[in-house]
């Protein structure tokens, strides 16, 4: 990152602003909760959202004007990987195959501190160029990576929540850790990182599978002793998995309450996938307030399943979305948002624009416990916003000039756009991105 560019105290930009101010239907484009204000200007303040309004600010507000552009709040990435660069698009396997042949030859490359430095850079900038400005993220067992992590957010001022991967089994020697050590570098971690600035601390066993049951015992014991810390894991994502998990841990019901043995379920737990619950853990899930993150991309490329957003919301199990690099293939939260129509429509269900805007945006929020600072333009949130294209291209142009009604045009935006419709991030007001051209 260059030099921190210096942010005008008042500031407005002009366009289309777009976000959410309750929970819309799956299903239903005409559903409450969509805040649409066509030509509008947004006001920044000393980094935080203070007012949206029709008329044109006095004097003292340095203008940007986007007519015809959307603006939305930063997009909120609830799973993500940033070791896992390395292995997007990686061929021909299943996820527990995907794990040994790519990924953990990939991930031990971060042992190397110079290397976490440089793809903790790169997966930030990333994130931003793709209109993400908030991400809950797993590095790797090293505790270097996470520090490494942090601190390339905190250069860019991004709401970052990570903590070190926990494996003390089923890993190659080169990526296990052990319960003492590991609990040693999370503490240190904790009180160097949780809180401060815009970072917070999430207990991080990657899967059941790869963690004994002392190490996630030991999991347990730092969310009891260290109220506000989040937790991040992956549950139910693969058949294969699954088994393997009734296979390891007989006594549990089933995989979700595995976790919740060693007390790892919680108002500030997101656990990735979730395609092989059934009620009885959706309902968990709703009770102690744990949430979903649904990885779409994911799910397609390594063949796991289609996750049922449906059932999720009969039971009252927050859902949010993530991209899951790289076993997604994209960055892209517009691309996640895609991907996740299509799993969706596969089920014969047809889930809208706003649905899938919302749980990228104020839903993430929500299920984080952030909601007052990330996810909206509520007044007194932080100034995470990206402007968007509505299209670049002459088909897009074309298909925007005979959309229906709003959600017509927004859905076939969100279809058809990607990296390039982003003309610029913000990141508490700070411009963060802006588009080349
Ligand atoms: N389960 C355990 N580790 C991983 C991972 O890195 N990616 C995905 N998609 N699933 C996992
Ligand atoms: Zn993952």
């Given at each position: 990152?260059?030099?921190?560019?210096?942010?005008?105290?008042?500031?407005?930009?002009?366009?289309?602003?777009?976000?959410?101010d309750?929970?819309?239907?799956?299903?239903?484009?005409?559903s409450?909760?969509?805040?649409?204000?066509?030509?509008?200007?947004?006001?920044?303040?000393?980094?935080?959202?203070?007012?949206?309004?029709?008329?044109?600010?006095?004097?003292?507000?340095?203008?940007?004007?986007?007519?015809?552009?959307?603006i939305?709040?930063?997009?909120?990435?609830?799973?993500?990987?940033?070791?896992?660069?390395?292995?997007?698009?990686?061929?021909?396997?299943?996820?527990?195959?995907?794990?040994?042949?790519?990924?953990?030859?990939a991930?031990?490359?971060?042992?190397?501190?110079?290397?976490?430095a440089?793809?903790s850079?790169?997966?930030?900038?990333?994130?931003?160029?793709t209109?993400t400005?908030?991400a809950?993220?797993?590095?790797?067992?090293?505790?270097?990576?996470?520090?490494?992590?942090?601190?390339?957010?905190?250069?860019?001022?991004?709401r970052?929540?990570?903590?070190?991967?926990l494996?003390?089994?089923?890993?190659?020697?080169?990526?296990?850790?052990?319960v003492?050590?590991?609990?040693?570098?999370?503490?240190?971690?904790?009180?160097?990182?949780?809180?401060?600035?815009?970072?917070?601390?999430?207990?991080?066993?990657?899967?059941?599978?790869?963690?004994?049951?002392?190490?996630?015992?030991?999991?347990?014991?730092?969310?009891?002793?260290?109220?506000?810390?989040?937790?991040?894991?992956?549950?139910?994502?693969?058949r294969?998995e699954?088994?393997?998990?009734?296979?390891?841990?007989?006594?549990?019901?089933?995989?979700?309450?595995?976790?919740?043995?060693?007390?790892l379920l919680?108002?500030?737990?997101?656990?990735?996938h979730?395609i092989?619950?059934?009620?009885?853990?959706?309902?968990?899930?709703?009770?102690?307030?744990?949430?979903?993150?649904?990885?779409?991309?994911s799910?397609?490329?390594?063949?796991?399943?289609?996750f049922?957003?449906?059932a999720?919301?009969?039971?009252?199990?927050?859902?949010?979305?993530?991209?899951?690099?790289?076993?997604?293939?994209?960055?892209?939260?517009l691309?996640?948002?895609?991907?996740?129509?299509?799993?969706?429509?596969?089920?014969g269900?047809?889930?809208?624009?706003?649905?899938l805007?919302?749980?990228?945006?104020?839903?993430?929020?929500?299920?984080?416990?952030?909601?007052?600072?990330?996810?909206?333009?509520?007044?007194?949130?932080?100034?995470?916003v990206?402007?968007?294209?509505?299209?670049r291209?002459?088909v897009?142009?074309r298909?925007?000039?005979?959309?229906?009604?709003?959600?017509?045009?927004?859905?076939?935006?969100?279809?058809?756009?990607?990296?390039?419709?982003?003309v610029?991030?913000?990141?508490?007001?700070?411009?963060?991105?802006?588009r080349?051209?």
């Open positions: 990152m260059s030099a921190v560019p210096t942010l005008p105290e008042r500031m407005a930009l002009f366009g289309d602003l777009l976000d959410f309750a929970t819309p239907a799956l299903d239903d484009p005409a409450p909760g969509v805040r649409y204000r066509p030509a509008h200007w947004l006001l920044i303040e000393n980094g935080r959202i203070s007012g949206v309004q029709a008329h044109e600010p006095d004097v003292g507000w340095a203008q940007e004007r986007h007519a015809g552009r959307l939305l709040p930063g997009f909120i990435d609830t799973h993500v990987h940033s070791a896992q660069i390395d292995v997007l698009g990686a061929w021909g396997t299943a996820l527990l195959d995907w794990l040994e042949t790519h990924t953990f030859p991930e031990a490359r971060m042992a190397d501190p110079a290397h976490a440089m793809m850079g790169l997966f930030l900038d990333g994130l931003l160029a209109g400005t908030a809950m993220v797993f590095p790797t067992v090293h505790k270097g990576s996470v520090d490494a992590l942090f601190r390339a957010a905190a250069q860019r001022g991004m970052m929540i990570a903590g070190k991967v494996m003390d089994r089923h890993a190659p020697d080169n990526l296990r850790d052990d003492a050590q590991a609990e040693r570098d999370c503490t240190d971690l904790i009180a160097r990182w949780h809180g401060q600035g815009r970072a917070a601390y999430a207990v991080t066993p990657r899967f059941a599978p790869t963690s004994t049951d002392a190490q996630l015992a030991m999991a347990g014991a730092l969310m009891a002793a260290h109220p506000g810390l989040y937790m991040q894991t992956h549950v139910a994502e693969n294969d699954v088994k393997w998990v009734a296979e390891l841990f007989p006594q549990a019901r089933s995989y979700l309450d595995v976790y919740q043995r060693f007390g919680g108002p500030r737990a997101m656990l990735a979730g092989w619950l059934d009620d009885t853990d959706r309902t968990l899930l709703r009770e102690s307030g744990a949430a979903l993150a649904f990885c779409p991309s799910n397609l490329f390594l063949g796991s399943g289609l049922d957003w449906a999720a919301r009969q039971q009252g199990a927050a859902v949010s979305m993530a991209c899951d690099v790289g076993g997604g293939t994209s960055l892209s939260m691309r996640t948002l895609a991907d996740g129509y299509k799993v969706q429509a596969m089920a269900r047809r889930v809208t624009a706003w649905a805007l919302h749980a990228a945006t104020r839903g993430a929020a929500e299920a984080l416990g952030l909601a007052r600072e990330i996810g909206s333009f509520d007044v007194g949130t932080c100034a995470d990206v402007v968007w294209d509505r299209a291209h002459p897009e142009i298909r925007q000039a005979v959309a229906r009604d709003l959600h017509d045009a927004v859905f076939a935006w969100l279809t058809l756009a990607g990296d390039e419709h982003v610029s991030t913000r990141v508490a007001g700070q411009m963060r991105y802006q080349p051209n």
